[in-house]
């Protein structure tokens, strides 16, 4: 080694702390298994399933909607996205129902459930006037079930829910307006 020149050892070190403080070598040993985990932190999650979600009843909102809050039971956090598919349907199966138009308000965004997360949406209608034999200012039937059927974007089936007041859904026509889910905030 010649005098003034720098040993090896200290040229690769200082190349190596330079790569560090770049950002370039962070490849420190992590457990497999950690590294999996941060993986699906990162992953975007699954479109939810009708069959994770749970939602008991339709909240009466004011004379003229329902508020519906569904809650992720699954193993996974999921996405749900858009507005609800909405059927009426008597007590049977809620795979005999009658679809509803939806007339889709407000731009919607997708959101992340957590496992425990819930999501709402707004459904209102043109509500059936008068007393037991009700009439509809514009001259459409009434149409009346014991049960909604809540189906969501990209899922099969639909959950079937009662009004948390124990009525019935009382409606002007076959069309109700919808919001997108949103996130509802964690008590």
């Known amino acids: 080694m010649s005098p003034g020149a720098e040993p090896r050892t200290s040229r690769a070190c ?18 497999p298994a950690a590294a999996a985990d941060g993986a699906a932190l990162r992953a975007p999650a699954q479109p939810c399933r009708t069959d994770q ?4 009843s339709a909240e009466r909102v004011g004379a003229t909607g329902w508020r519906i809050t569904v809650v992720n039971d699954g193993p996974r956090p999921c996405t749900l996205g858009s507005h609800p598919r909405l059927a009426l349907a008597g007590q049977g199966s ?10 889709l308000q407000g731009r919607p965004q997708p959101v992340l459930l957590p496992v425990g997360g819930t999501a709402a949406t707004v459904v209102t209608f043109t509500p059936v006037l ?7 200012a514009s001259g ?3 149409t ?10 990209n899922s099969r089936g639909g959950l079937q829910l009662a009004p948390d007041d124990g009525g ?3 409606l002007c026509g076959g069309t109700v307006r919808a919001t997108p889910f949103r996130a509802v905030p964690a008590n």
């Not at 809620?94 to 007339?103: A, G, I, K, S, Y």
């Not at 008068?130 to 509809?136: K, M, S």
């Not at 009346?144 to 969501?152: D, H, I, K, T, W």
């Open 14 to 31: 200082r190349a190596l702390l330079a790569a560090a403080l770049a950002g370039g070598v962070l490849a420190v040993a992590v457990p």
């Open 53 to 56: 979600l749970v939602a008991n």
């Open 94 to 103: 809620p795979d005999r129902n009658r679809p509803l138009t939806v007339t």
């Open 130 to 136: 008068g007393e037991a034999d009700g009439y509809c």
């Open 140 to 142: 459409a039937d009434p």
């Open 144 to 153: 009346v079930a014991p049960s909604l059927v809540v189906g969501f974007p």
């Open 168 to 170: 019935e859904f009382a």
